[in-house]
Nanobody, 115 residues
Framework: QVQLVESGGGLVQPGGSLRLSCAASATIFRLYAMGWYRQAPGKQRELVASIASGGSTNYAESVKGRFTISRDNAKNTVYLQMNNLKPEDTAVYYC?????????WGQGTQVTVSS
């Protein structure tokens, strides 16, 4: 079964950094545009950043200049480097195709930004 597994979340102080990883279990994901999504308590899931198979990227306005999405196709992995984190970045972060496919939602990784 094809899976996406997120990791790298944690508790960080405002202004801190984290790097999230999304490991795909199949090389086919190299062909897909991928995205990082997040869901904060009481809010809908939102797209944070996306990266095409060729490497072009897009970001939500709220994270532009602070987050960087990248991919290593040799490792079937997509990354999200998050700098200058703010309390409003607190959420469960997920990766999926862009646009998302229901069968690929995983457990996500919790990011908590708090002093």
């Amino acid at each position: 079964q094809v899976q996406l597994v997120e990791s790298g979340g944690g508790l960080v102080q405002p202004g801190g950094s984290l790097r999230l990883s999304c490991a795909a279990s199949a090389t086919i994901f190299r062909l897909y545009a991928m995205g990082w999504y997040r869901q904060a308590p009481g809010k809908q899931r939102e797209l944070v950043a996306s990266i095409a198979s060729g490497g072009s990227t897009n970001y939500a306005e709220s994270v532009k200049g602070r987050f960087t999405i990248s991919r290593d196709n040799a490792k079937n992995t997509v990354y999200l480097q998050m700098n200058n984190l703010k309390p409003e970045d607190t959420a469960v972060y997920y990766c999926n195709r862009r646009p998302p496919s229901p069968q690929y939602w995983g457990q996500g990784t919790q990011v908590t930004v708090s002093s």
